[in-house]
């Protein structure tokens, strides 16, 4: 298992399996085949809504707890020190679980610092092995940093070949902030796997496009959470640690990046509105 060392000392899987957008009904059957495949790393949200299946998979695994690393997020309808705590419950209710590994704020809305001081308390009553925030911009990141006790251990913000994110990593290299990719593969957007220049790496070293992708960005020290709900990819997308790419190689595909989300911007003031009021049953 290829791990990392975040600032409080845990040790995080490189490779995770996200469940974003895997209906309730089919999660449980997925993440069974996620662990089966060799993930021990399982990404979940209170707003994917699938928290209770990603427990019974746990649950029917028979995989020891302290083998698995587990994250859930906090949802923006439920910031602030009370309602967060409440909802961290509510969370590890659904999952079954004494405790999870990761609890990150989703979003960088509503009270970001009365959601911080839970986490910090969840934190240090051992609840949350580590806490830490997801789409966090630098100076939202900075900012809370700066003014609270427990630094993030992890940021979990949109990192693919499209928008790489590199000077964001640095910073977060120099505050001790481990970033976590998520959508790598743009959900496929921008027809990443199609895309000419990672077709022919992928061709070079008789790999996929996905394989190529998880590659750069594990070589680059990101932790990454592909998505698959089919078993094959899974497997896939587990298999970048038998090969690396060139220096040439990583240099190409920072060509790729277009400094941009594919996805949305979390600035944008219609998206801060939208995003900040909605509900877990929206
Ligand atoms: N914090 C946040 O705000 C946030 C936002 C988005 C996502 N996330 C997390 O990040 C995880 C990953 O991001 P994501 O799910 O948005 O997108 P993603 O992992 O970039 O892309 C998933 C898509 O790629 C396809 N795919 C997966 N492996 C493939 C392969 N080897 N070859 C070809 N196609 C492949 C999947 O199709 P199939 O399923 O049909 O294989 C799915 O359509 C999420 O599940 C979630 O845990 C967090």
């Known amino acids: 298992m290829h791990t990392v060392t975040l600032n409080n000392g845990v040790e995080m899987p490189v490779i995770g399996f996200g469940v974003y957008q895997i209906p309730p009904g089919d999660t449980e059957r997925a993440v069974t085949e996620a662990l089966a495949a060799g993930y021990r790393s399982l990404d979940t949200a209170a707003a994917y809504g699938n928290e209770e299946a990603v427990g019974r998979a746990v649950a029917g ?35 079954g679980t004494d405790y999870v590994d990761l609890y990150l704020i989703h979003q960088p809305y509503g009270d970001v610092h009365g959601s911080w001081r ?3 308390a969840l934190h240090r009553e051992g609840l949350a092995r580590a806490v830490g925030v997801s789409n966090f911009h630098s100076d939202r990141l900075v900012d809370l940093i700066d003014h609270n006790e ?32 998520w959508g790598p593969f743009a959900e496929g957007r921008n027809n990443l796997f199609t895309d000419p220049l990672l077709t022919g790496i992928a061709a070079a070293h008789g790999r996929s496009v996905a394989q190529v992708v998880l590659r750069w960005l594990v070589q680059r020290g990101v932790v990454v959470i592909p998505k698959s709900v089919r078993a094959e990819r899974m497997a896939e997308n587990l298999a970048v640690f038998d090969f ?4 040439e190689q990583m240099a ?5 990046d277009t400094g941009a989300s594919a996805f949305f911007d979390h600035r944008d003031p219609e998206m801060v509105s939208r995003l900040g009021n909605a509900t877990l049953d929206d």
Not at 160 to 173: G, I
Not at 244 to 247: C, I
């Open 150 to 181: 427990v630094t993030p251990a992890v940021n979990q913000i949109e990192t693919h070949p499209f928008f790489q994110r590199t000077a964001e990593q640095d910073l977060m290299r120099g505050r001790g902030v481990q970033i976590e990719s």
């Open 244 to 247: 690396a790419l060139t220096g």
């Open 252 to 256: 190409a595909v920072a060509s790729l």
């Open 61 to 95: 695994s028979g995989i020891p707890r302290e083998d698995l690393f587990v994250t859930t997020k906090l949802w923006v309808s439920d910031a602030g020190e009370d309602r967060a705590r409440r909802a961290f419950d509510t969370s590890l209710r659904k999952l």
């Open 118 to 120: 839970a986490m910090e």
